[in-house]
């Protein structure tokens, strides 16, 4: 079994999740990889972006189908407007590689905000702390053990 802060953090909660590995290619779509490496529905497999600058940060979980619509993200944390995240600025929050960000175990808690269409299925797809590693858990304990906003952040 792989070891991440996000399993780590999942374990000292007692959260039910199982871990899928996949192979990973650096550089490409990982969350649209990781449904086509394992035959998921892309409407299934949640991406995690970091979203702000050092001054206010906020965590989107969407779809990998979808881009998030940074006006309705922003709105959701009470934001007149947020971009992504410089990547090496979200490595030093989060602790996690682009491609491996996970929404939990991050080094610092930051506002998670998850798009509603997680809670269409019994269970979702996250990164897992590592390119390559999704867990599979329940949106509702998701939102739970975050204490993510959910609401619709996909864009269009």
């Known amino acids: 079994m792989a070891i991440t802060p ?7 909660l007692g959260i039910s999740y ?23 529905d892309e409407n299934q497999v949640f991406k995690t972006i970091i979203f702000g600058d050092k001054n206010i940060a906020a965590v989107g979980i969407a779809p990998v189908s979808r881009k998030i619509s940074t006006k309705k993200l922003a709105a959701a944390v009470g934001q007149r407007s ?18 491996g960000i996970s929404p939990f175990g991050q080094k610092k808690v930051l506002t ?8 269409l299925f019994e269970k979702i797809y996250v990164s897992g702390g590592r390119r390559g590693l999704e867990i ?13 906003i959910s609401t619709e952040i996909q864009a269009g």
């Open 6 to 12: 996000a399993t780590l953090a999942l374990d000292s």
């Open 18 to 40: 199982t871990l899928h590995k996949y192979d990973s290619v650096a550089g490409s779509g990982f969350g649209k990889e990781a449904a086509d490496s394992m035959n998921l």
């Open 112 to 119: 998670t905000v998850i798009d509603s269409s997680a809670q």
């Open 136 to 148: 599979c858990i329940s949106p509702t304990d998701l939102i739970s053990v975050l204490g993510a």
């Open 82 to 99: 947020l971009e992504p995240m410089d990547a090496a600025l979200a490595q030093r929050l989060t602790g996690y590689v682009v491609g």
